[in-house]
Antibody
Framework: QVLLQESGPGLVKPSQTLSLTCTVS??????????WSWIRQPAGKGLEWIGR???????NYNPSLKSRVTISVDTSKNQFSLKLNSVTAADTAVYYC??????????WGQGTLVTVSS | DIQMTQSPSSLSASVGDGVTITCRPS??????LNWYQQKPGKAPKLLIY???SLQSGVPSRFGGGGSGTVFTLTISSLQPEDFATYYC?????????FGQGTKLEIK
């Protein structure tokens, strides 16, 4: 059973960088058939796909966030990470990490609330 | 980006009822569609992938159909644990967009 766990600061100041890490257990992040994603959800609203990374290093980002987002992977630690810079209050949300093989393989972390406030 | 439009946005039904939720992408996405169920404070749970394939462990009262530009999620006989919010997601092209959600409430 693959488990994902998000970690990082729950409070970030405006204009600063939001940094989150997702630790994968119960399986290898280097599994070739999976990719590793970040999704977010503002309180009371829907889901927004932020982007994904393959263990080859290839990435895809949501164009609405592309200029501010970086997703990276550290296979030695079985982790992948999200950096979102120049944050504003509009970036306040629950952030989920997830993995998928575009089929039946689909795993999500429990989510972590990040609040942008001074 | 592919826009995903779900209908209805909310739905009231009783235990034992059958319901259908519709998802319409702004362009054809073949069968590249997932359905998720989300309960308050929890991560989304995959119900259906590839438009009509039932995820392991999901009750058979859930069913998915459609292709191209119209998709449906059907729940044949609602159980108390089915009252939640449902999202469709296209995995045809990035960004992998979600519908706005359908909140299923108890009548």
């Amino acid at each position: 059973q693959v488990l994902l766990q998000e970690s990082g600061p729950g409070l970030v100041k405006p204009s600063q960088t939001l940094s989150l890490t997702c630790t994968v257990s119960g399986g290898s992040i280097s599994s070739g058939s999976y990719y590793w994603s970040w999704i977010r959800q503002p309180a009371g609203k829907g889901l927004e796909w932020i982007g994904r990374i393959f263990t080859s290093g290839g990435t895809n980002y949501n164009p609405s966030l592309k200029s501010r987002v970086t997703i990276s992977v550290d296979t030695s630690k079985n982790q992948f990470s999200l950096k979102l810079n120049s944050v504003t209050a509009a970036d306040t949300a629950v952030y989920y990490c997830a993995s998928s093989n575009d089929g039946s393989g689909d795993y999500w972390g429990q989510g972590t609330l990040v609040t942008v406030s001074s | 980006d592919i826009q995903m439009t779900q209908s209805p946005s909310s739905l009231s039904a009783s235990v034992g009822d059958g319901v259908t939720i519709t998802c319409r992408p702004s362009q054809s996405i073949s069968s590249s569609l997932n359905w998720y169920q989300q309960k308050p404070g929890k991560a989304p749970k995959l119900l259906i992938y590839a438009a009509s394939s039932l995820q392991s462990g999901v009750p058979s009262r859930f069913g998915g159909g459609g292709s191209g530009t119209v998709f449906t999620l059907t729940i044949s006989s609602l159980q108390p644990e089915d009252f939640a919010t449902y999202y469709c997601q296209q995995t045809y092209s990035t960004p992998y967009t979600f519908g706005q959600g359908t909140k299923l409430e108890i009548k």
